[in-house]
């Protein structure tokens, strides 16, 4: 097996204060798109996050990197991979109309676990009886946040486990093209693809946004997931996955705390339980997939 790169102790620091602040900025992405709900639809918001990616990353990255930012050796799966993860927004922020931010994010952080069953299943590798532990216990831990609490009944109980399974094959699709893909390439064509897609659907939704407060929040969806996914491209530039992956899961507290400030949410004992069991197996199966793989650990940004 092949030595993993040795990073220098302050640089694994500055990766993981990256790492930790990009969740803290997902977290407050995923409490604003809950809060903005109320006032434009979802679609709406999904369309700002995405226009708003597309024009930053635009404006910063093309004077720097020149055409090289636009060049790709799969421009179909460059498609395929942004098409992806503009589903994945979407499914989240409908689904987080009908759940606490915090609860819904604990769901979000058994996609290692999704991934392993997919890879099994579809890709046939070999599972350890370790990780099919881990991946019951994930699932049973989902199960606890998802149905005593009351907060998601029918339909809407479904939505964060489809875009759970959507988000694996996102990090499936990633991982094989970042062996030859360059990461801000990537971060371009997600932003672009995501952009001109929601804008398909953007005249059926659009009404006029109430405010100035509103627009000024739709506009922190887009700065907050656009920002929040550059911090993981630097963290992970300066350490190892296997490093980083336990500090993932800060993005529970983070979202717990945001929930409570804005709406007042506090989980009860049972959605705890479950959330705890989703981190101890989540963890555990990214940073055994981490370590042996040597694969970045993307962050869902929902």
Request: glycine residues 8%; contains cysteine; positive net charge.
């Amino acid at each position: 097996m092949v030595e993993p790169t040795r990073y220098p102790p302050a640089q694994a620091a500055l990766g993981i204060a990256f790492l930790v602040l990009a969740t803290a900025f997902f977290a407050v992405l995923d409490t604003t798109v809950k809060y903005v709900g109320a006032f434009v639809p979802v679609l709406m918001a999904v369309w700002f996050r995405y226009a708003f990616h597309a024009v930053l990353v635009t404006a910063v990255m093309l004077p720097l990197r020149g055409r090289s930012l636009l060049q790709t050796a799969h421009p179909r799966f460059q498609v395929l991979r942004g098409a992806l993860l503009l589903a994945v927004s979407a499914i989240s922020f409908v689904a987080l109309q009908y759940m606490p931010v915090g609860e819904f994010t604990a769901i979000v952080m058994i996609t290692p676990l999704v991934v392993t069953l997919l890879a099994a299943l579809f890709l046939r590798e070999r599972v350890s009886p370790l990780r099919w532990v881990l991946v019951c216990g994930g699932f049973a831990g989902a199960l606890l946040v998802v149905q005593p609490g009351g907060d998601v009944i029918g339909w809407a109980s479904l939505l964060p486990l489809v875009m759970v399974f959507t988000y694996a094959w996102f990090q499936i699709l990633t991982s094989k093209m970042a062996r030859t893909e360059d990461p801000m390439t990537m971060h371009f064509y997600t932003g672009w693809v995501g952009a001109l897609l929601a804008s398909l659907v953007l005249p059926v939704v659009w009404q006029t946004v109430p405010d100035a407060a509103t627009f000024a929040l739709l506009c922190l969806i887009g700065l907050m997931g656009t920002v929040g996914h550059f911090l993981l491209i630097l963290a992970f530039k300066r350490t190892q996955a296997s490093t980083l992956t336990p500090y993932l899961y800060g993005q529970i507290g983070f979202a717990m705390f945001c929930g409570w400030v804005v709406f007042g949410h506090v989980p009860g004992r049972l959605e705890l339980i479950g959330i705890a069991m989703i981190v101890l197996c989540g963890a555990t199966a990214s940073w055994l997939t981490a370590r042996d793989r040597r694969l970045p650990v993307d962050q869902p940004e929902a």
